[in-house]
């Protein structure tokens, strides 16, 4: 925080853990610090005009066996609830509280969201299964998140974007999910390209 004149900083929580304290009670006390995290950041910043923004993270695969999101965990390997975990505890936890210390919320976890209703379906991960990974974003689901980022940070359409990252074929699907994302950061939007 005190290394650059930053413009924007952003929070977000643990993806292993998120849901909140409904899910995951051990997280209590991080949702209970955030103030304490707030205050220090607006203490420490070296550009008072710097704006915080709140990312909120993505649900994993479905083919993701890691214990926080398996059927060892709360969400018994349920997608939809895994992402509305992520949405529940954004509004409660961060939003609701402190919600006029933050500039916005990065939605990348809608958008991620969106673009799987799409005919790209559930391919925005690395690979899952036993001794895989399944919550990391792969290189496309990278490119999604840092539309949204784009978008939210400027204010522009997804598809004002001129970089598309490799991924010219796909473009129109992708700034569609994160421009639904942005008009409704808090639940999916079906996509038009079935």
């Known amino acids: ?17 998120g849901g909140g304290p409904e899910y995951w009670p051990s997280v209590a006390n991080d949702y209970a610090n ?20 709140y990312h909120m993270t993505w649900s994993f695969s479905n083919d993701c066996k890691l214990w926080c999101f ?38 990348a976890g809608t958008s991620v969201q969106n673009a799987r209703t799409s005919k790209l379906g559930d391919t925005f991960n690395m690979p899952g299964g036993v001794d895989k990974d399944g ?10 998140a840092a539309l949204t980022w784009f978008s939210v940070i400027t204010g522009k359409s997804a598809k004002a974007a001129t970089y598309k990252g490799g991924f ?13 994302a942005i ?3 808090d639940d999916v939007t079906q996509s038009k390209y079935k």
């Open 1 to 17: 925080i005190r290394d650059e004149k930053w413009d924007v900083i952003t929070l977000q929580p643990d993806p292993d853990y």
């Open 34 to 53: 955030l103030g304490n995290i707030i205050k220090w950041i607006n203490d420490n910043k070296t550009n008072t005009n710097a704006k915080l923004y």
């Open 70 to 107: 398996d059927e060892r965990s709360p969400f018994k390997g349920d997608q939809l609830l895994h992402y509305r975990s992520f949405v529940e505890a954004t509004k409660k936890y961060v939003l609701d509280p402190y919600g006029n210390k933050f500039k916005g919320v990065i939605p």
């Open 135 to 144: 919550y990391h974003l792969n290189d496309k689901g990278d490119y999604l």
């Open 168 to 180: 010219d074929a796909e473009f129109e699907i992708l700034a569609e999910s994160v421009d639904n």
């Open 183 to 185: 008009k409704t950061w």
